[in-house]
Structures are given as C-alpha cells and as structure tokens.
C-alpha cells in the first residue's frame, strides 16, 4: 500500500476511537515522521511503541491516548506475526525455568537502584498501592503493605516467606510493625543486595534463589508483584511450592495483576523492552491451578488502584529526571514513559485487574473474616 493508503487506514482506526491525527485535543497524535504508518500496519504494538522511543510521534496526554485505543478495541486491529510468536513461545515454551528465572532480574531489575529510588517513593515497593483511604504514594503503600499484613493475622514470633521480596520493604515492614522473622527470595542481585542492606539488624535473611528451590516450613507466605513472572506452565508449580512451605494452619496471599478475559497473549513491545518472558495470569488459569491445593478465602480487586500508582510514578519519574539523565538517555526516557502510560491505560481501561487472593490449606475454621 502506499503511504497515502496506509494513512488514510490509520485515520479510519484511530476514529474509532476518537483520536485525530495532527489535532488539538490531548489525546490526539502528533505525527512527526509518515513513516510511522507503514512500521505499525507491520508490527503493530512493537513497531508504535518504538516509533515513540525514536520521536516519530507523540501526544500530551499518552495515557489518555491508550486509553481510548484500548476501550476502542484497536488494539485487536493490530495482530501481527510480531504477536503470534510471543503468544506462542509463551503458551509452549517454559521461558521462566532453570536459569531463565534470573533473566527478569538482569533485563528489568537491576537497571539502576536510583532510578527505582526515584520513581518508587519513600519505600521501594514496586507494585500496586492500595488508596482507599490514601491521598498520596507513599501512604497508598504503606496501606497496601499493611493490608497484606491484616489478611495474613501476621502475630509476634511468626516466620513468613517472602517469594519475590523485591527491595526487602514488605519484609522490613511485617518485621517492625508485626513482630515477626522472615525470609525473603528474589532472583535480582541488585535487589538482594540493597535488601539486605535496608533490613540489616532485623531478623530476615535475603536469598538469591528461585522459588522452586526452597523447601522449608513458614506460618506465612505471601507474594507481591512476583507471579507475573512464573509463567503459565508454571502456575501448578509455584502453589505446590506454597503449599509445601506453608504449615498446615497458615494463611498464604498473592499479589498480582491479572486478566479477566481468556489467556493472555504477550504485548511484543513489553516482552522486549521492559518484561521479558512475562505475562498476565487469568483468572481461569490461577483456578485450576489451586486446586485440590487452597481455599480461596478471598479474591480481592483493587485495579483502579493500579492507575492512581503508575500516575504516581510517572509524576516522581518526570521530576527526578535531571538528576537520572547522566546515566540514562533521552531514548530511555521515551520507553519509560511510554511503558507507564500503556500500564496506566490497561487499567483505567479495566483490562487488566489487581488480585490479592487469601488462601488457606483447608479453610480457617469458623470462617474467613475478610479484612479490607
């Protein structure tokens, strides 16, 4: 097709949506480059979103935009051979076994502890905050980790199991607010080192290790933002693990982002650029790999949340800049923003849902009293 074509495609899609190319709304798209068209009539949401890591294009409000694209469905509009193979190595490839369990750590989280510092807040806490009765961050996180602490009746003298301890900041606080010893695990080296560091004096080990490996009895386990990454051939293994850490009257949680539709299919871009070998559970996939193993106590929902926090986090992102733009570029720059707008999209847009899910070995007698 000719350029002329392809923009004219363009037009028509984007006003499915009601965004104009070249408009002066804040959620229109400023074409700097013509380009841009073929490159994402070829590789849909890879080819868009590195068009926008290389200036081709932009617009004021991005999360505005991907909001609108998402609600419109356009993204369907876009499958590409790009989609189809990171569907299908997700669906039959273990991508998250053996050594490939460290790769997320290499590739996303160990980038830079003073980028994280920057964009996190007072504590490194890299998941969704919880704001129902929080104005701002860093009290959004502290309620979340709080909550976390409530639902598992966290009491003096307990040790808890930490899968994915990130910073160490969950630990930290279940250890001083809580009274309890834990042991945390991650396959990032620059996390488990600055944990370590930050939970010094307390009595919480930091482990390098992958969760398949550890074989030990805890009164607790939990789990925030870490089972996006197991992957869904792995989904029966990471709760036989649970189950076989977890003592038979303990209460485990999980903490994670998932789809209320049919399995995930990997978005190209986010798998090469930000969260390799990743992808979003589905509520059908986690309930048929709890089974014969939990009781579900509670399924708790607090999506909306997430946009609040990745807002947040665009925000400390932009006015930490001058000081991170020695060491990261202005491309980088580009990515992240873009990577922050489309998760903000995905769930003001509802696409995407955040999970806390209570478990119990056989059920807490008497009943779960559900705290929110």
Known sequence: MSQDSLKQRATALLAQAGIHIDGDAPCDLRVHDDRLYARVFAHGSLGLGEAYMDGWWDADDLPGLFTRLLGAGLDRELKTLDTLIAHLKARFINLQRGEHAYEIGRAHYDLGNDLFQAMLGQRLVYSCGYWARAGNLDDAQEAKLDLVCRKLRLKPGQRVLDIGCGWGEALKFAAERYGVEGVGITVSNEQAQFARELCAGLPIEIRLQDYHEIDERFDAVFSIGMFEHVGALNYRAYFETVRRCLKEDGLSLLHCIGSNSEPARPDPWIEKYIFPK???????????????????????????????????????????????????????RRMWHYYLAVSAAVFRSRRDQLWQLTLSPHGVPGGYRVPR
Do not use: M
């Open 278 to 332: 990743s992808v979003i559970p589905a509520a059908s996939q986690v309930a048929a790999a709890l089974e014969g193993l939990f009781v579900v106590e509670d399924w708790h929902n607090f999506g909306t949340d997430y946009d609040l926090t990745l807002t947040a986090w665009r925000e400390n992102f932009d006015a930490a800049w001058p000081a991170l733009a020695h060491r990261y570029d202005d491309r980088f």
